[in-house]
């Protein structure tokens, strides 16, 4: 039946070419873009991983721009630290020229200073972007070198930490103040648990005078508000910095004749970044046990000068909540303590001893060198190592980037040759589906014929 209302073999050939012409727009463009997948409605799921991906990828140009910078960085440190070796070497073999009586121990001292003053320059100098890793300013340093993704979506930096090398040339200075707690008794007697330093007598303390825990506080060298439990607390610096040395004197210095290891002995700890009263503390007790456990000490408190009944190996320290205390496993006596605080010295301030002008000064300057050019050796071996592995991470970062980009371009990109072919059979089902439509149209005048 013909019917001059519904034309079907023209609907089917009209939806036929729109088919045609949509496929035949998806084409063109891929063909326009370069992309299969252009946008969300191409394919959701391909173009959320696709986006996923350039956005670490866009995450790992900056990282390698981080790398670079440390590279750099570490690059100074370590051709200063070298620098520093090879000056050294020079003044030591002035040191070993002056051992010899025959010499004119005044003209070889000038030498040394001159390399002394060359020493500092280097040391000051060495800074990058203003960052110095050799001057002892600062104690590490992190350097962004990834970014890593869980199963779950969650993102998470990885970072290598570059440790600073102290190779200035300052002194060591006494601090008195807030660096130096009070004692809780300047002579105590040692009984069952004899409290010496209160808890967190190092610690930093909020604008009341409540010392602040582990808890909410953000230890030494890191003085800010970040992680307090109350953001109206304004830390307070102890004025303790990282290398400062903290020592406690038992027993009596103020007699005549005094004898180390006989009449008092000495613990220290080094203050580290981000430490807290309690890790200072657990420090200076632990440095305490060890002490007393020497085979040196056996004739502790058995001088005249000291007349008192304490046996060393009879002592230990405990450092529990964050108070430093001291035991006697034997009977109570009493024992004079004092406590110290200094400003660490640098790893070379022992040039500004050095004096070979005397037999004896030139005897301890080579003792002295040997010291100073293993701890510039350390510090260039220390540098060379986190520059290597620096380097690595660059590599690896830039491979992987490479990659990530390959493997969105697989997910998204348009075969050009198969996309080429696609639009060629597209134009030829286009012509096709006119006519067909052509065709289909002109059908109903045939009904004409049937009424002339």
Do not use: C, H
Not at 133 to 161: C, E, K, P, Q
Not at 190 to 213: E, K
């Amino acid at each position: 039946m013909t019917s001059i209302l519904t034309n079907t073999s023209s609907m089917i050939a009209l939806q036929t070419l729109k088919g045609i012409n949509s496929s035949l727009e998806s084409v063109q463009s891929e063909i326009s873009t370069g992309k299969s997948v252009a946008s969300a409605k191409d394919n959701s799921a391909v173009w959320a991983i696709s986006k996923v991906m350039e956005s670490d990828v866009a995450g790992f140009e900056a990282i390698s721009d981080s790398l670079s910078l440390g590279e750099s960085t570490v690059a100074v440190a370590a051709n200063a630290a070298e620098t520093v070796t090879d000056l050294l070497t020079q003044m030591k073999e002035k040191i070993v020229a002056a051992q010899e009586d025959n010499v004119d121990r005044d003209k070889i001292q000038t030498d040394i200073d001159a390399l002394k003053d060359q020493i500092g320059a280097v040391v000051g100098a060495a800074q990058f972007n203003g960052l110095n890793l050799v001057n002892g300013s600062n104690s590490s340093v992190d350097v962004l070198s990834s970014l890593d993704r869980d199963s779950n979506g969650n993102v998470s930096a990885s970072n290598i930490t570059v440790a600073g090398q102290d190779l200035s040339l300052e002194n060591g200075t006494a601090l008195t103040g807030a660096g130096v707690p009070a004692l809780t008794a300047a002579t105590a007697a040692v009984g069952a648990s004899t409290n010496i330093i209160a808890a967190n007598a190092f610690q930093m303390i909020d604008t009341d005078g409540t010392a602040l825990t582990t808890a909410n506080s953000v230890g030494v060298g890191a003085i800010s508000e970040t992680g307090l439990d109350n953001p109206n607390i304004t830390p307070v610096d102890t004025g303790l910095m990282a290398g400062d040395v903290v020592t406690l004197t038992f027993g009596d210095t103020s007699s005549a004749g005094v004898e180390e290891n006989v009449d008092y002995f000495t613990v220290s700890y080094t203050v580290k970044e981000g430490d807290f009263g309690e890790s200072i503390n657990a420090g200076l007790a632990a440095a305490f046990n060890e002490k007393v456990g020497d085979p040196a000490l056996e004739n502790f408190g058995k001088n005249a000068v000291v007349a008192t009944t304490l046996d060393a190996s009879d002592l230990s320290a405990t450092a529990t909540a964050g108070v430093f205390a001291i035991d006697n496993a034997n009977a109570a006596d009493t024992l004079a303590v004092a406590i110290t605080a200094e400003r660490g010295s640098g790893g070379l301030s022992d040039l500004n001893t050095l004096d070979v002008t005397t037999n004896a000064g030139a005897e301890s300057a080579l003792s002295s060198i040997e010291k100073m050019i293993d701890t510039s050796v350390d510090a260039a071996a220390a540098f060379g190592s986190v520059q290597g592995r620096i380097e690595t991470q660059a590599d690896f970062i830039a491979k992987l980037s490479d990659s990530m980009t390959a493997g969105i371009g697989t997910l998204v990109d348009a075969d050009m040759e198969e996309a080429s072919a696609r639009l060629q059979a597209l134009q030829v089902q286009q012509q096709l589906g006119v006519q067909a439509l052509s065709i289909a149209n002109s059908s109903p005048q045939s009904v004409l014929s049937l009424f002339q």
